[in-house]
């Protein structure tokens, strides 16, 4: 009997291709043109996987930026709000000053 993924194009059980069987080129003895053959597939599919990672690094890159200039951002907004709070509230006790000193000067 043939061995499972060899000879038929299609499994006559299953009515699927078989799968590619998962090769550690350090266990078995492999001619050189099998590991040219790996190196060529494995470079064919780094570089067909390429622009895609690429594109996935661009955009990670630009959110954690766009992230990181937000959060900078609302810190010097939210100091901007403190200072400002803190003059309105010095003006607020300097009122209330006032106010006292006019009521207990008449």
Request: proline fraction near 5%.
């Amino acid at each position: 009997m043939a061995a499972s993924g060899a000879g038929d194009p299609l499994d006559a059980k299953r009515g699927e291709a078989p799968f590619a069987q998962r090769i550690d080129p350090t266990r078995e003895k492999l001619t050189p043109e099998q590991l040219y053959s790996m190196r060529r597939t494995q470079l064919a599919q780094w570089q067909k996987v390429l622009p895609q990672r690429r594109t996935r690094n661009i955009v990670t890159g630009l959110g954690i930026g766009a992230l990181v200039l937000a959060i900078y951002g609302y810190t010097f907004y939210s100091i901007s709000q403190e200072r400002f709070l803190d003059a309105l509230e010095d003006e607020a006790k300097a009122a209330r000053t006032r106010a006292l000193a006019r009521a207990s000067g008449s």
